[in-house]
């Protein structure tokens, strides 16, 4: 019987798997991010700004697969369910949502490409435009945009939405966003799910964007601060807000009892004016005979 020949494991290979062993074991997070269509110099660029933060590594899928079943560690394990085409590890000491939330912020704004599907409504918004009259005009023409000339350019005379969310974006509306210098899209990693080292979890919702979150966070703060001074709930909060509606309600119930004040006046002095005159009336209508009667009693 002829004997299987068992192909050696090249040595760099081996070392590949090591290495990604030691940053699985040693590192607090390992995050699994999505790099399909990201250009190489956006690749070199982020990872530069990530240099202090995390070290990202694109290993072949057996290699990374390999690493994971050295570690024998049972949770690790699922990580592989997220490793697809075109993904980059990155291995850090932040926390997994500091760490996502660092690869949104690192993320650049793109052009259009016909065909793609809106993120959002994109609008064109009125004013004026650096574009010299001539083709322009009928470009922005042909995607519902009025405009003049003024001052030797092309002014847009009124904003309007040249794309609708999830519509896909023709030729001509990427030809007029181009003309605008208008990027709709931004490009870098996307987070895709994130191991803890610390509590054995992995977490898939980690798309985290800071500042559309504080946003939120601001609006939300707004409407239950103006909903605790409606009912009444004081803390250091809303303690200001209340003692000024306290002193506005009284400022208006005082107006109410100064304007009670005046009317109760004014009918005291139209009914002693309606008293003095029947009083003239009655002296009116009296005769000689009766005033003297009157006077002797």
Do not use: C, W
């Amino acid at each position: 019987m002829k004997s299987k020949r068992q192909t050696a494991i090249p040595e760099r290979k081996l070392k590949a798997v090591k290495e990604l062993a030691d940053l699985i074991k040693n590192k607090k997070t390992i995050l699994t991010a999505s790099i399909k269509n990201l250009p190489a110099s956006q690749f070199q660029d982020i990872k530069k700004k990530l240099r202090n933060k995390a070290i990202i590594k694109v290993p072949k899928k057996k290699l990374f697969f390999r690493a994971i079943d050295s570690i024998k560690d049972g949770d690790i394990t699922k990580l592989k369910e997220h490793f697809k085409e075109s993904t980059a590890l990155l291995f850090s000491d932040l926390d997994s949502y500091d760490l996502s939330a660092q690869l949104i912020k690192n993320k650049s704004p793109a052009k259009a490409k016909p065909g793609q599907k809106a993120p959002e409504d994109i609008e064109i918004e009125a004013g004026p435009t650096d574009l010299p009259p001539g083709p322009a005009i009928s470009e922005l023409g042909a995607v519902g945009l009025e405009v003049q000339i003024e001052k030797g350019k092309i002014t847009i005379k009124k904003s309007k939405v040249i794309v609708k969310e999830g519509h896909p974006i023709s030729q001509a509306a990427v030809d007029i966003m181009n003309k605008l210098d208008i990027k709709p899209f931004s490009i870098g990693f996307i987070p895709l799910s994130a191991y803890d080292n610390e509590t054995k979890k992995l977490y898939l919702e980690i798309k985290i964007d800071s500042e559309k979150a504080i946003e939120e966070l601001k609006e939300l703060y707004g409407k239950a601060l103006a909903f605790a001074v409606e009912i009444g709930y004081f803390n250091s909060q809303t303690i200001l807000f209340l003692i000024n509606k306290a002193g506005l309600h009284e400022k208006a119930l005082s107006n109410i009892v100064d304007s009670e004040k005046e009317e109760k006046s004014e009918e005291k002095k139209e009914e002693t004016k309606e008293e003095e005159k029947k009083e003239v009336q009655k002296e009116e209508t009296q005769t000689p005979e009766n005033k003297s009667q009157d006077e002797e009693k």
